[in-house]
């Protein structure tokens, strides 16, 4: 539509010129004089694609009928366009050559003509409106253009290369941490399996070495579970999805391990209790692995500060919700004798929070607090 509008404006302009409201009337037909400003036109609307018809025909038009218009523009482009001084000087040259023409045919004829093309003064004076400062204006523009481009250019290398510095920051961070958690965590959980194996050899009941054994058995899981996480740590992003240099990574654990994490805790000497409300039926694997991680974390919780307090795992599918409630009872009185007190376990307090983010990960809720009862009340609700 631009380029429209600026083939009618040349087409107009043309017009006025040759008519002689704004430069050099002409005694041609007015038919013919229509012609050639809308030949003007049509280049000017085809200079998108190239500018030297519209060169082609501001030369013409400009040394018979001194019709600058279509001149004007081409200079312009011809600036813009042109990116060599031979190029430019060819096009002042033939420029020169154009005005000598008209020159020649202003001493021809008489009047407007001869005394706008001919004369001195007036010749260089057009030159310079018609040609030079449209050139100028045309290399300024480009000039500006390129600049502009550089400056955008170099900005998207420094982001680029800022992105770059900023990922390789992050993974030897990454790195850092996980050799940190290989060299300290690793390194005592398999002291625990170890102790764990030569306790269940040495057992002299079978209690004992029931107990034992399932130690082992949980920190060999870790063991895999800190494997899996070391290799996410260790991994670039994009290949997060591939596999480790040890081999495939493990699934992540769903609803069907649950059953498997309630039998080991129930072996620490915790009754739990589950619940399954509404018809079962699949959901995402995120949704599937956040539930897990509710239940974990809010049965590691009893273990740790209810002590053998039983707890009630419901999970209740919804239309569009699956909701996940882990409620503890009130903790029996702590036993204490005065030999061997009973140590807390240790934790750093982000648990309920880390589990939190999760959960709105995800667009749900979760929500914690204690009971009149003494208990505990973790509940998720996640969209599924």
Not at 218 to 227: K, P, V
Request: charged residues 20%; hydrophobic residues 45%; proline residues 5%.
């Amino acid at each position: 539509m631009r380029f429209v509008l600026l083939g009618f404006g040349v087409f107009a302009v043309s017009l006025l010129v040759v008519h002689g409201q704004v430069g050099v009337p002409s005694s041609l037909p007015f038919p013919v004089l229509t012609a050639i400003a809308a030949a003007a036109g049509v280049a000017a609307w085809h200079v998108r694609r190239s500018w030297w018809p519209l060169a082609v025909v501001g030369a013409v038009g400009y040394a018979w009928l001194v019709m600058w218009p279509p001149l004007m523009l081409a200079s312009y482009y011809a600036g813009l366009t042109l990116s060599r001084s031979r190029g430019i000087a060819a096009y002042l040259g033939g420029c020169l050559v154009v005005c000598g023409i008209s020159a020649l045919v202003g001493e021809w004829q008489e009047g407007a003509h001869r005394l706008a093309t001919a004369s001195p003064a007036n010749a260089v004076a057009m030159a310079l409106a018609v040609i030079g400062l449209p050139l100028a204006l045309g290399l300024w523009v480009r000039a500006r253009r390129e600049v502009l481009e550089a400056a955008s250019e170099r900005a998207e290398r420094l982001e680029r290369e800022q992105v770059m510095r900023a990922e390789q920051a992050r993974s030897q961070e990454r790195a850092r941490i996980a050799r940190e958690m290989h060299d300290v965590v690793a390194h005592r959980v398999s002291l625990i399996v170890l102790h764990a194996g030569a306790m269940e050899l040495r057992a002299a009941d079978d209690d004992t070495a029931r107990s034992a054994a399932m130690i082992a058995g949980i920190g060999r899981e870790a063991l895999a579970n800190l494997r899996d996480v070391l290799g996410v740590l260790r991994s670039a992003p994009h290949e997060l999805l591939g596999e480790d240099a040890g081999g495939a990574r493990r699934p992540p654990p769903t609803l069907d391990d649950l059953d498997r994490l309630l039998d080991q805790t129930r072996a620490l000497g915790i009754a739990v209790t589950r619940h399954d409300e509404g018809e079962a039926r699949p959901v995402e694997a995120s949704v599937e692995r956040t539930a897990y991680r509710v239940v974990q974390e809010a049965l590691t919780n009893v273990h740790k500060h209810a002590g053998n307090a039983g707890a009630d795992v419901r999970i209740r599918f919804g239309a569009d919700v699956l909701q996940v409630e882990v409620r503890n009872e009130a903790p029996p009185p702590p036993y204490e004798t005065p030999r061997s007190p009973r140590e807390e376990l240790p934790g750093a307090g982000w648990g309920l929070i880390g589990l939190r983010e999760r959960v709105e990960l995800l667009g749900g809720t979760l929500r914690t607090n204690a009971e009149d009862d003494g208990g505990f009340l973790v509940s998720a609700r996640i969209p599924a």
